[in-house]
Nanobody, 119 residues
Framework: QVLLVESGGGLVQAGGSLRLSCAAS????????MGWYRQAPGKQRELVAD???????NYADSVKGRFAISGDNDKKMVYLQMNSLKPEDTAVYYC?????????????WGQGTQVTVSS
């Protein structure tokens, strides 16, 4: 199995910044992609951003120009730099990844980290 551990959430005022980190561990042969999802109270979980092992990125329209995802394949880490935060960014942010573990493809989720943006 693959374990994902997030860090970096917290409380910030609107307009502020936070940086989330996610570390993957386990018998990982290769990384297909890693990314971030979020879930606000009463809403469905949604993709925020993801990045392939080759560096291709994808963003939700709501965060384009404000958030930046990056990854380090050697360290098995993914980061989310969040700038110009808005109250509507308040949610639990989950790290997600698709990995090759021996001959199998594994999808893993982190436990989530709370991001709260005050107005």
């Amino acid at each position: 199995q693959v374990l994902l551990v997030e860090s970096g959430g917290g409380l910030v005022q609107a307009g502020g910044s936070l940086r989330l980190s996610c570390a993957a561990s386990g018998s990982i042969s290769s990384i297909n992609n890693m990314g971030w999802y979020r879930q606000a109270p009463g809403k469905q979980r949604e993709l925020v951003a993801d990045i392939t092992s080759g560096g291709f990125t994808n963003y939700a329209d709501s965060v384009k120009g404000r958030f930046a995802i990056s990854g380090d394949n050697d360290k098995k880490m993914v980061y989310l730099q969040m700038n110009s935060l808005k109250p509507e960014d308040t949610a639990v942010y989950y790290c997600n990844g698709k990995f090759r573990v021996w001959a199998r493809e594994i999808i893993s989720w982190g436990q989530g980290t709370q991001v709260t943006v005050s107005s």
